[in-house]
């Protein structure tokens, strides 16, 4: 057990990630878990702390294109493209690892996922470190993200020395995950990047594969960003009707939803996607701690980032569909 503490204490980071402890990072996506990725003991902390099934692998933070140049075997073109383009930034790449990547990363994939996240008290932390970050999001696995250091701290006290406090995440959702297959980008998963961005700048064919839309990916269908509490995804009356005889909370995109229900979080009044993003996993929060018994929500339009919003909807209501 530690004694959980949260600062902005850069170098206190530094000794700790070099003596083998985990910290919970900043990023603009979410919280990361970090430990250095290339100790075998300091990743199989991060499984235990999180309670995560080592056959889900974990993402490599660095600081720059040259830092990821070390750790892939080798990069494709229109990987280099959308580097130039997104990173540092809320994507993901899945590359051929380079032998130097211990295989607890990758869970024995000969891919490695890769990312430069934008956050300067990160990028800073990476700079001045000689190892790459593996870092999932700082939650106990299968619950909501963290967008705050008080987030990561609810799932994490006790488990962690340290969490670097660099406020509120500002994209809100996890990054996109993208792959390179011949001449085709694959994205596995939706986040802060969207398909047409990363059209626009490969130029290349843009494939969306998820891994909970195949039934051959077990513990991929387990749900995730999941609530405690029951989680519905649907057309908000009918379901408020469906539940008329419990406490509801609603969480709706702009506009309130005219039902008495005994909470109700509007994700963005202006009809932002993006600032309905950033809201998301503090709103799923704040009412998953309320005085309810469900929570019913409505899904975005399904354009942009409201493509990675209604996916990150639809596994948390998984359970329930
Ligand atoms: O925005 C983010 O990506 C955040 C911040 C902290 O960087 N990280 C994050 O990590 O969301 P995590 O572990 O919660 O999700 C990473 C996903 C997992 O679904 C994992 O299966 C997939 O990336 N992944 C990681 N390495 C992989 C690999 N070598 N091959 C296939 N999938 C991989
Ligand atoms: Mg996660």
Same mark, same amino acid.
């Given at each position: 057990?530690?004694?959980?503490?949260?600062?902005?204490?850069?170098?206190?980071?530094?000794?700790?990630?070099?003596?083998?402890?985990?910290?919970?990072?900043?990023?603009?996506?979410?919280?990361?878990?970090?430990?250095?990725?290339?100790?075998?003991?300091?990743?199989?902390? #991060?499984?235990?702390?999180?309670? /995560?099934?080592?056959?889900?692998? &974990?993402?490599?933070?660095?600081?720059?294109?040259?830092?990821?140049?070390?750790? =892939?075997?080798?990069?494709?073109?229109?990987?280099?493209?959308?580097?130039?383009?997104?990173?540092?930034?809320?994507?993901?790449?899945?590359?051929?690892?380079?032998?130097?990547?211990? +295989?607890?990363?990758?869970?024995?994939?000969?891919? =490695?996922?890769?990312?430069?996240?934008?956050?300067?008290?990160?990028?800073?932390?990476?700079?001045?470190?000689?190892?790459?970050?593996?870092?999932?999001?700082?939650?106990?696995?299968?619950?909501?993200?963290?967008?705050?250091?008080?987030?990561?701290? !609810?799932?994490? @006290?006790?488990?962690?020395?340290?969490?670097?406090?660099?406020?509120?995440?500002? %994209?809100?959702?996890?990054? @996109?995950?993208?792959?390179?297959?011949?001449? #085709?980008?694959?994205?596995?998963?939706?986040?802060?990047?969207?398909?047409? !961005? #990363?059209? !626009?700048?490969?130029?290349?064919?843009?494939?969306? =594969?998820? $891994?909970?839309?195949?039934?051959?990916?077990?513990?991929?269908?387990?749900?995730?960003?999941?609530? $405690?509490?029951?989680?519905?995804?649907?057309?908000?009356?009918?379901?408020?009707?469906?539940?008329?005889?419990?406490?509801?909370? %609603?969480?709706?995109?702009?506009?309130?939803?005219? !039902?008495?229900?005994?909470?109700?979080?509007?994700?963005?009044?202006?009809?932002?996607?993006?600032?309905?993003?950033?809201? &998301?996993?503090?709103?799923? /929060?704040?009412?998953?701690?309320? +005085?309810?018994? =469900?929570?019913?929500?409505?899904?975005?339009? +399904?354009?942009?980032?409201?493509?990675?919003?209604? +996916?990150?909807?639809?596994?948390?209501?998984?359970?329930?569909?």
């Amino acid at each position: 057990m530690y004694n959980t503490s949260i600062g902005k204490d850069i170098e206190k980071a530094k000794a700790l990630l070099e003596a083998g402890e985990l910290v919970a990072i900043p990023t603009e996506t979410v919280y990361g878990l970090a430990g250095n990725g290339l100790s075998e003991t300091a990743i199989e902390k #991060i499984y235990a702390a999180k309670n /995560r099934p080592q056959f889900n692998p &974990l993402i490599l933070h660095v600081a720059s294109i040259e830092q990821a140049e070390r750790w =892939v075997a080798e990069m494709p073109l229109s990987c280099k493209l959308l580097m130039n383009s997104f990173s540092p930034g809320p994507i993901t790449y899945l590359l051929p690892k380079s032998s130097l990547v211990p +295989d607890l990363v990758t869970a024995g994939s000969s891919r =490695v996922a890769i990312r430069i996240p934008n956050h300067p008290m990160t990028l800073d932390l990476l700079h001045r470190l000689d190892f790459p970050l593996a870092a999932p999001s700082a939650n106990p696995s299968g619950y909501v993200s963290p967008v705050s250091a008080a987030h990561v701290l !609810q799932g994490l @006290t006790g488990k962690i020395p340290y969490i670097l406090d660099g406020g509120n995440c500002s %994209v809100g959702l996890e990054s @996109t995950i993208v792959g390179f297959e011949n001449n #085709i980008v694959v994205i596995h998963r939706l986040g802060g990047i969207t398909a047409e !961005q #990363i059209f !626009q700048v490969s130029g290349a064919e843009v494939k969306t =594969v998820l $891994s909970h839309a195949s039934p051959t990916a077990p513990g991929q269908l387990k749900s995730h960003y999941a609530t $405690s509490k029951p989680f519905y995804l649907g057309d908000i009356p009918a379901l408020c009707q469906a539940f008329h005889d419990k406490k509801i909370g %609603v969480l709706s995109f702009d506009k309130r939803s005219g !039902q008495a229900v005994a909470e109700e979080i509007l994700l963005s009044t202006a009809g932002s996607m993006e600032e309905a993003a950033e809201g &998301l996993y503090a709103a799923m /929060r704040a009412l998953d701690c309320s +005085d309810i018994d =469900v929570i019913v929500a409505g899904r975005l339009p +399904d354009a942009g980032i409201g493509r990675a919003i209604n +996916d990150r909807l639809e596994r948390a209501a998984y359970k329930n569909n």
